[in-house]
């Protein structure tokens, strides 16, 4: 049983008063795309009461104002590309889409930064840096759909976070609204800060349970010269990824480092409809290099070929890089397209532990009769595991999936491992959370959520229960 209130005839008054009706939608047709994000698992979905398209910071602040007043849930939500169901309004309630507030609004190419509405497409961004012949370093694999609020509010990371690190590495400052309904502005254009606690910090990652994020200054960086892909293939899983410290320690500082095993490979080739090379027996890794000049840049392919070839690649080329980016980036939805029945997985081991994790994953979706998809962000650790349901009947899918979980997770910690690498814990992952977490750790999580919202307004129902 939740505290919350319904969303009355009055409340809806009221919204329509802040952001104007035609901001405020109550057709179920047009509700229905907020019940869920890219989590295609119906158990998860949830329909809302009412959804609302601020235009501006003030609109936000009054509408976590009404809903403290009446006791309504509030769910901030980017573009719905979400992986863990953050953005799933699993109390009803409003949701609070950010759709509209998608401007650029400032692009400094003198001080590198620029400072963008919450709703602005991650792809906007990156194409807006580049016209200013600047570069944004976030670069997750979904970018030509989700927003950059959402990535603030995940922590994305994505392809170049090996050598740029995820969001909040990009990010300045945010302008957020409070749980209580307060506008305020957490960090600052500076290159280092010991100020207090880190707010902004803390914000990221957060999932939209501290506050609804409304703006966002960016750094921006040099445009890397000169840039190649180079398609490691190998037939062995341990050397495909063992190569990552095999670059690292030779000091190569590649800017991506991707995985694909053959199942995604063959998966990406059937969506894409793109004949892949290699695609009988071999495992990819992508690799990413930048470099100050042509010459510098193939110094370091050679080097990398010379390390590839020394620990057992099958072949080094020189690939067609948007067709294998293409495949890359289509994981999750190849996947899709194959069953609605998976579970995306998005855990995180060290790198060192990644080529055994990756063969323990497969060897535990084997026992329970499912199939296994992987990818992996190999550079960080981050293993993207598709569980398709295989040869699970569907009416035992859901318990058989918990005891993979389980298997998994059990694993995944026993090696140092946390269940999310990147999309979050959501409502998805809630459960585990709760299981694997330091019972200290959820305490302190659980305090300053009750701190900042004490009336748990904030996208209820994720990352942990607080009462
Ligand atoms: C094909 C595909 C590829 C993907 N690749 C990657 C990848 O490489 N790296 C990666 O990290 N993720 C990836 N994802 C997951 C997803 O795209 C990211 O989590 C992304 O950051 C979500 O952004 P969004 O705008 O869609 O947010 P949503 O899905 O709408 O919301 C995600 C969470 O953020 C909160 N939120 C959204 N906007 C705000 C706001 N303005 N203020 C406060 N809270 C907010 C929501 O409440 C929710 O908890 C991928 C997803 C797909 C479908």
Not at 217 to 234: G, I, S
Not at 246 to 274: R, Y
Not at 330 to 336: I, K, L, P, Q
Request: hydrophobic share 40%; with cysteine; proline share 5%.
């Amino acid at each position: 049983m939740s505290h919350y209130n319904p969303v009355s005839s009055g409340v809806i008054d009221k919204l329509k008063a802040i952001v104007g009706e035609r901001n405020v939608v109550l057709d179920p047709d047009k509700l229905h795309p907020y019940s869920h994000d890219e989590v295609t698992d119906p158990r998860y979905h949830h329909m809302p009461e009412v959804v609302v398209y601020p235009e501006a910071a003030a609109q936000v602040a009054d509408i976590v104002k009404l809903a403290n007043a009446e006791l309504v849930p509030l769910v901030p939500r980017g573009a719905g590309t979400g992986l863990a169901c953050g953005a799933v309004p699993v109390y009803g309630g409003i949701v609070v889409a950010m759709e509209k507030m998608n401007k650029i609004l400032e692009i400094n190419a003198e001080a590198m930064y620029m400072v963008v509405e919450a709703g602005a497409r991650t792809e906007e961004v990156q194409k807006a840096a580049g016209e200013a012949g600047l570069f944004y370093a976030g670069d997750p694999c979904s970018g030509d759909s989700c927003f950059i609020g959402g990535n603030a509010a995940t922590n994305a990371g994505g392809n170049r976070a090996i050598k740029y690190g995820t969001t909040r590495d990009q990010v300045y400052a945010l302008e957020v609204v409070t749980p209580t309904g307060e506008i305020t502005t957490l960090g600052g254009r500076l290159r280092k800060c010991s100020t207090g606690y880190p707010l902004e910090q803390l914000i990221m990652g957060s999932e939209g349970t501290l506050g609804i994020i409304t703006k966002v200054t960016l750094k921006l960086l040099a445009k890397p010269r000169h840039v190649m892909d180079l398609l490691l293939v190998f037939s062995d899983i341990d050397k495909a990824i063992g190569i990552v410290l095999v670059l690292a320690k030779a000091g190569l500082a590649p800017a991506c480092v991707e995985f694909m095993d053959n199942n995604a490979i063959k998966s990406a080739e059937q969506f894409t409809k793109e004949k892949l090379p290699y695609d009988e027996a071999g495992h990819y890794t992508i690799v990413q290099i930048e470099g100050a000049s042509e010459e510098d840049l193939e110094d370091k392919a050679a080097a990398i070929d010379e390390l590839a070839s020394a620990n057992g690649a099958m072949a080094v080329l020189v690939p067609d890089s948007a067709k294998i980016w293409r495949a890359r980036k289509a994981f999750a939805e190849a996947v899709r397209a194959e069953t609605l029945i998976h579970s995306n997985e998005d855990v995180v081991v060290p790198v060192d532990k990644m080529p055994e994790a990756i063969r323990e994953l497969d060897r535990i979706c084997r026992k329970h009769n499912a199939v296994a998809r992987t990818v992996s962000h190999a550079g960080d650790g981050n293993i993207h595991l598709s569980i398709l349901q295989g040869a699970i009947p569907e009416d035992e899918w859901p318990d058989r999936l918990s005891e993979i979980h389980r298997d998994i997770f059990d694993y995944v910690y026993s090696i140092g491992g946390k269940l999310s690498g990147e999309h979050g814990i959501g409502y998805k992952r809630k459960q585990w959370m709760e299981t694997y977490s330091d019972p200290v750790q959820l305490t302190m999580m659980r305090a300053v959520k009750r701190a900042l919202d004490p009336k748990l307004i904030l996208n209820p129902g994720k990352i942990f229960d607080v009462e």
